[in-house]
């Protein structure tokens, strides 16, 4: 196969990783490539919790993923944006681009429930995730955005990326604001469970008018999206994003458009 996607996260990279090192699984090397850089902001903490923090896995990640010969030539200027790419196309010259679907998934699973351009939303989380979903509410138009983490810096990801897009990004608290029940859109970022603390009062405002886009999609319902649909309020699963955003990837592979249906 010519085409290679990976993304990955501190569960899946410290089983398949371990896995390599036992024999059991691809070569440490290669499973590199596959999973590239989805996260590189805390691949590393990964490395170190996972216990393969190998001087040639830390060296991988620190130069930029898959070294200066085979690692990729070209980098979507998404992906540059965001500071994240969950895909990896080898080109026919052997080298390798790197790009990034979720925010497109994001952006075409908000646009799929009708909502065109929500005027403001409410991001729980600071990750990875949270980056892609600032991007595409800038990409859908949205102008006032705030975003809930556990500590400023944990949202430096985020903050870079509404820099890059020069729209205005507010940083509050972990804990509700009036902002929050004023938002036309709110989106959970967080793993599951991580939410469900939140769940009860976070839909107290729900609503026809009010959409969720929680991103988790097992298990599901999550508590927060249960609470928010028994209020009469729409949402959006991270399945629906997952779906949109492997198709921009079926897309790169194959050089096709690919119908969402």
């Known amino acids: 196969c010519n085409h290679l996607e990976g993304k990955t996260t501190a569960a899946n990279l410290g089983t398949e990783v371990g896995e390599g090192r036992r024999g059991t699984g691809a070569p440490l090397g290669a499973l590199m490539q596959q999973l590239y850089l989805y996260d590189r902001g805390n ?35 998404l992906a540059e944006t ?13 080298s390798w681009s790197a790009d990034n679907t979720d925010v497109a998934g994001f ?12 005027e403001s939303a409410c991001v729980w989380g600071g990750g990875a995730t949270a980056s892609s979903a600032v991007a595409a509410l800038d990409g859908l138009g949205t102008t006032e955005i705030h ?19 020069g729209c205005t990004l507010a940083v509050l608290p972990w804990q509700l604001r009036a902002e929050c029940a004023a938002a036309d859109l709110v989106v959970s970022s967080v793993p ?8 009860d009062a976070l839909a107290e405002n729900a609503g026809p008018h009010r ?9 599901w319902p999550t508590p927060l999206a249960a609470a928010w649909e028994k209020r009469g309020g729409g949402v959006i699963s991270g399945l629906d994003m997952l779906v949109h955003q492997a198709v921009g990837q079926l897309e790169l592979m194959t050089g096709h458009q690919v119908p969402a249906g």
Do not use: C
């Not at 952006?107 to 929500?118: F, K, M, Q, S, T």
């Not at 975003?147 to 897009?165: I, K, W």
């Open 43 to 77: 691949m590393l903490q990964v490395l170190e919790e996972s216990g393969i923090a190998t001087t040639q896995a830390k060296a991988w990640v620190e130069v930029g993923g898959l070294g200066e010969e085979s690692g990729p030539r070209q980098v979507s200027e």
């Open 82 to 94: 965001v500071g994240a790419a969950n895909t990896l196309v080898r080109e026919g010259d052997g």
């Open 107 to 118: 952006e075409a699973a908000i646009r799929e429930r009708g909502v065109a351009r929500p």
């Open 147 to 165: 975003l809930h983490a556990r500590d400023r810096s944990r949202a430096a990801g985020p903050l870079a990326v509404a820099d890059r897009l």
């Open 192 to 199: 599951a469970g991580a939410a469900d603390v939140l769940a």
């Open 211 to 219: 959409m969720l886009f929680d991103v988790v999609y097992d298990p």
